[in-house]
């Protein structure tokens, strides 16, 4: 069956479902953006910013050294080598395209169990090279001094265990949450680091040192912010032509 890129006769039960649950996700977002409940998914955001520094590092044959979360939000990757340029860009466009990677695994439950294998996965590996105890608890535990709130690790087996065994089957949901959260809190980093206050130590400043182009670092938060808004209706669009 050839692929709906037209998207004719849109929409379709499972289409309007898909946009419909995107559009309460990102007002249930927007409401509780200020408050504790959505601390463990905006620093899963930044493990995936470091990470996608580190993958950049390592495809462009260089040295991580260290990754860090913090628990204020930021975060650290140390790299040795590799090609600086590919790797300054690589945090903020990856967690905006691991974003829309999500939104799109969550579409198809086999694909959903995938990315949850995966990410559960990637932090078993985060757990043993990790630096701080911030990125150690969010993987075991979301706060290491309350060992009764379980860490993503805990959490998405959680999810995939009563997928499996019982009625609850929400892991489709769950991978759509953190996919539009990452993408939702993506465009706004890059606007709050870049734009709003202008983080002199920010990649984008960094890039623009190195950029022989007349672009300042505001220049480049703009240009990225542009594409990790892509990246979401990207998303958003690929997601509604695989349900049609």
Request: aromatic share 12%; charged share 10%; with cysteine.
């Amino acid at each position: 069956m050839n692929p709906n890129w037209e998207l004719q006769n849109c929409c379709n039960r499972d289409q309007k479902l898909f946009l419909v649950t995107i559009g309460v996700f990102t007002v249930a977002i927007l409401v509780l953006w200020r408050t504790f409940l959505l601390t463990p998914f905006k620093l899963i955001t930044v493990f995936l910013h470091e990470a996608s520094h580190a993958i950049a590092c390592k495809l462009t044959c260089g040295q991580v050294e260290g990754m860090q979360v913090h628990a204020n939000e930021g975060g650290v990757t140390q790299t040795r080598g590799g090609v600086y340029w590919l790797i300054l860009p690589a945090g903020y466009l990856g967690s905006s395209f691991w974003g829309m990677v999500l939104i799109l695994a969550s579409t198809n439950l086999l694909t959903a169990k995938i990315a949850a294998g995966c990410f559960i996965a990637a932090l078993l590996i985060v757990l043993f090279i990790a630096q701080n105890w911030t990125l150690r608890g969010l993987c075991i535990v979301t706060d290491p001094h309350r060992l009764d709130l379980p860490g993503f690790i805990i959490f998405i087996a959680v999810i995939w265990v009563l997928q499996q065994l019982t009625t609850v089957r929400i892991l489709r949901y769950v991978i759509l949450f953190i996919g539009v959260m990452n993408s939702l809190f993506s465009v706004y980093d890059i606007y709050d680091d870049l734009i709003s206050r202008r983080v002199n130590s920010s990649d984008a400043e960094k890039f623009a040192e190195l950029c022989p182009c007349p672009c300042n670092g505001v220049g480049w938060g703009v240009i990225w912010g542009m594409i990790s808004f892509i990246f979401l209706c990207g998303a958003m669009y690929l997601g509604l032509v695989i349900l049609s």
